[in-house]
């Protein structure tokens, strides 16, 4: 069952924009996590946020995590036609990871 | 080493067939998982290994067997495949803690595309 829903679930920007995602979630958990993924390629981890943690940096990413209102947010800053792509916030609780539906990122070029 | 290799990357199969995916990792972790991801949808957990012992099915029928050989390898064995059973299934893996709640970062492999006819 799917814990994670992602909002919007397609979502296009021009290169330079900002991007945001958002993921709410139902239960308690350990950590939530994004990932990418390229059309029918595997999965990359991108940032875990941990339920003590409120916010975190790496690299044009930054998610923040609500454990009060359960959601968190992904922003990716000055987009690149590189960053096209599925990306998934996943739960991790019970020694597992539980994926959302997936937000649709197109940055035009 | 942080690559998770996965074979073949195709297979096309029949529903009376038997094949096996192979997955493979060298980099000391301890968890290793299977999912099955349908055309735009979420990756579906289907089995868990902690320390090569299955800890989690998710009520995947037994026409899926995995089988962890050793720590490196996770395999999993197809026999009677339906037509709806076509995904790309996904290999990953992470750390693992058998003492905690380990659903740390997992790392995946390029998945192998079935189609079952």
């Known amino acids: 069952s799917q814990q994670g829903e992602e909002d919007p679930q397609a979502l296009s920007i021009q290169e330079g924009e900002n991007a945001t995602m958002n993921c709410s979630y139902k239960t308690s958990i350990n950590n939530l996590q994004w990932y990418r993924q390229n059309s029918g390629r595997g999965l990359v981890h991108l940032i875990l946020i941990r339920s003590n943690e409120r916010e975190k940096h790496s690299g044009r990413l930054r998610v923040t995590l609500d454990t009060s209102k359960k959601s968190s947010s992904l922003l990716i800053t000055a987009s690149r036609a590189a960053d096209t792509a599925s990306y998934f916030c996943a739960t991790g609780a019970n020694s597992k990871l539980t994926f959302g539906k997936g937000i649709t990122l197109s940055v035009r070029p | 080493d942080t690559e998770v290799t996965q074979t073949p990357k195709h297979l096309v199969m029949g529903m009376t067939n038997k094949k096996s995916l192979k997955c493979e990792q060298h980099?000391?972790?301890?968890?290793m998982y299977w999912y099955k991801q349908k055309a735009k949808k979420p990756p579906e957990l289907m089995f868990v290994y902690s320390y090569e012992k299955l800890s989690i099915n998710e009520s995947v029928p037994s026409r899926f067997s995995p089988e962890c050989p050793n720590s490196s390898l996770l395999n999993l064995h197809l026999h009677a495949l339906q037509p709806e059973d076509s995904a790309l299934y996904l290999c990953a893996s992470s750390q693992g803690n058998w003492y905690r709640d380990s659903s740390d970062t997992q790392y995946f492999g390029p998945g192998t595309r079935l189609t079952v006819l």
């Open positions: 980099m000391g972790h301890r968890a």
